[in-house]
C-alpha cells in the first residue's frame, strides 16, 4: 500500500513563506497526478493545487499567484511553495495521490 507523508508545517508571520514537502513510497509516483488540499478548523476541506504526470499544474484561486506545486519524481517527492501567507492560510495541509492521503501537516499563520 503506498505511504503518503507531508511535512514542513510551522506557524509564520502573514507575508511570510513555507515549502510544504510531501513523500511518497510503494507506489509508481511519476504516472500520477498529485494534489494539496486543505482544511481548517470548523471548515470543508477544500482543494489547493495539482499538478499531472507531465507537470501540468492547476490552483484554487484563493492561492493562485502564491503558491506553487512541484514535483521531483526521482525523489518521489512534491512541494508547495507557498509565499505571502496570509491568515486565511491556517489549515491542515494534505498531500494525495490515487486513492492515498498523508496525515497532513499544520500551517499557522499569525499577524
Known amino acids: 500500500q503506498a505511504q503518503v507523508m507531508e511535512s514542513g508545517g510551522d506557524s509564520v508571520q502573514a507575508g511570510g513563506s513555507l515549502t510544504l514537502s510531501c513523500a511518497v513510497s510503494?507506489?509508481?509516483?511519476?504516472?500520477?497526478?498529485v494534489r494539496w488540499y486543505r482544511q481548517a478548523p470548523g471548515k470543508q476541506r477544500e482543494w489547493v493545487a495539482s499538478?499531472?504526470?507531465?507537470?501540468?499544474?492547476d490552483y484554487a484561486d484563493s492561492v493562485k499567484g502564491r503558491f506553487t506545486i512541484s514535483r521531483d519524481n526521482a525523489k518521489m517527492m512534491a512541494y508547495l511553495q507557498m509565499n505571502s501567507l496570509k491568515s486565511e492560510d491556517t489549515a491542515g495541509y494534505y498531500c494525495t495521490l490515487a486513492r492515498f492521503w498523508g496525515q497532513g501537516t499544520q500551517v499557522t499563520v499569525y499577524s
Open positions: 499538478i499531472t504526470s507531465g507537470g501540468v499544474t
Open positions: 510503494k507506489i509508481i509516483f511519476s504516472t500520477k497526478e
